[in-house]
């Protein structure tokens, strides 16, 4: 301990802390983590920086916007709409728009990060996914993440919706007609959620309170333990030397961590920034107030919702009678489909591992060729969702490519059922094929080009060993049973 006659007010004041809450203890146990050094673990970086920009430009945005759906009469800098009745909800997207200093490049920016932060965290979630990075012993932090990705999209629903203009009313419309389509309940959970008759006079308030307040809390509380579960755990690495299940190899939270992770938090920024500095999205200007008598043309969701849409857009009009009340399979078959897709997510970690019986913990990360059932599985699933999002835009498709819709809406039909099947087998063989060449180049070492002729007259190739770097990474893994497994382990 310092001599307090002799310290300095600084350290007396850190001894005073330390003494009390540990903080010398902590600090020296965690400022020098040690985090992995490799371009896939910015994923998350960008997550969590996005995440900060929406909660920097959403505190901004929230001092001048009114979340009411009573009708004013606007008058404000935008001519085209001066005289027309609105909600007030629209008419203060106006004046943050066009009146208020910086308000359109915080409207954009704060546009753009929630884009960007979903993205990141799908992206994030596929690289823990198809390197195995869910198993024991972070189930519970894949579940944490899953979490984050499910409310946010619902989040972004919100606040997508809180203007009040007549493309994001178009998607209430659609919300609507997804409750609508619910047996029995549905008409009461409509008029619960909207209050009344669609579009009601409460949904701006109550998506704002759900915008700012409890969706953000709860996903503050998930961003926290997630990261303290990632300390807790320690990071994973990929195989390679000196890595084992036991270590990390890599660079110390203080100082080049924290020097690199703060450059990027600005890099973050200042990209997202630019972006929402030159070009424009949502225009609620051009829409217009939302009215329920009107639908836009050409509306499409944001791209994260866009999946969901594609599923009613190409789902057949089928509906059946049972016992008086009308099933509307058009609708309710993709209300149950689409928060299914995004359980299979969740729960896969538990799946692996009972059908596999792996209870073991891994630290070490798999190389996706080395898992070709896992990494099959990842790649339907995407190849699934991006089906489905051409589906929601299918007027878009038909339009820009001078096809029917009928056809656009077809094709996207059978490649449902028969694209995902086929990206399954082919990502599979890929996969399988890549586990044969590397075995060769254990076996064999790498083709040279220089062709060499033996004494009894046999020409044959040279080839160069692969040093014991690139032999400790190819041969690293341990191979367990795979939820299929036909073909023998190379």
């Not at 339907?380 to 819709?405: E, F, K, P």
């Amino acid at each position: 301990m310092t001599d307090i006659r002799t310290s300095g007010r600084g350290e007396r004041v850190a001894d005073w802390l330390d003494g009390r809450l540990g903080i010398h203890t902590l600090g020296r146990k965690y400022l020098r983590k040690v985090f992995p050094d490799h371009w896939s673990f910015l994923l998350g970086e960008i997550c969590l920086y996005s995440f900060v920009v929406l909660v920097l430009t959403g505190v901004y945005l929230t001092l001048f916007f009114h979340p009411s759906m009573n009708e004013v009469t606007y008058h404000g800098s935008y001519v085209p709409l001066n005289g027309v009745r609105m909600s007030e909800a629209y008419a203060s997207t106006l004046h943050i728009s066009f009146d208020v200093r910086g308000g359109l490049l915080i409207r954009q920016l704060h546009h753009w990060a929630a884009l960007v932060f979903v993205a990141g965290m799908l992206t994030h979630m596929m690289r823990h996914f198809f390197t195995g990075s869910f198993r024991k012993p972070r189930e519970v932090n894949w579940v944490f993440g899953w979490l984050l990705l499910f409310l946010g999209l619902f989040e972004g629903l919100f606040g997508y919706s809180l203007p009040d203009d007549l493309l994001s009313g178009t998607g209430l419309r659609f919300v609507n007609g997804a409750l609508l389509s619910v047996p029995v309940v549905g008409t009461y959970l409509s008029m619960f959620v909207f209050g009344g008759e669609f579009p009601g006079h409460d949904i701006v308030a109550r998506f704002y309170s759900l915008h700012i307040l409890l969706i953000p809390g709860i996903m503050a509380a998930l961003v926290v333990a997630h990261l303290i579960l990632v300390v807790y755990h320690k990071h994973t690495q990929f195989a390679g030397p000196g890595r084992t299940e036991r270590n990390v190899i890599g660079t110390p939270f203080m100082p080049v961590y924290l020097a690199k992770a703060g450059g990027f938090f600005f890099l973050v920024f200042g990209a997202l920034s630019l972006v929402a500095a030159v070009a424009t999205i949502n225009p609620v200007w051009v829409y217009g107030p939302f009215r329920p008598d009107q639908v836009s043309t050409g509306a499409q969701p944001d791209w994260y919702l866009g999946f969901a849409e594609g599923m009613v857009r190409v789902m057949p009009g089928w509906e059946i009678t049972l016992w008086g009340h009308t099933l509307v399979l058009g609708v309710l078959i993709p209300v149950v489909v689409f928060p299914l897709l995004l359980v299979f997510i969740g729960v896969y970690p538990f799946l692996e591992a009972r059908v596999t019986g792996d209870g073991r913990e891994h630290h070490l990360l798999d190389r996706p060729r080395n898992r070709p059932v896992r990494t099959a599985i990842g790649a339907a699933w995407i190849s699934l969702y991006l089906v489905l999002l051409a589906g929601g835009g299918n007027d878009i498709v038909a339009t820009r490519l001078h096809l029917s819709i009928n056809t656009v809406t077809w094709t996207v039909r059978v490649a449902v059922l028969v694209l995902p099947a086929a990206v399954f087998a082919v990502t599979r063989r890929i996969c399988l094929g890549l586990q044969l060449r590397d075995a060769e180049l254990v076996s064999h070492g790498r083709e040279t080009g220089v062709i060499k002729r033996l004494p009894h007259g046999e020409y044959v190739e040279v080839h160069q060993p692969l040093d014991q770097a690139e032999l400790h990474t190819l041969t690293a893994h341990r191979r367990q049973r795979e939820l299929v497994e036909r073909e023998p382990r190379p």
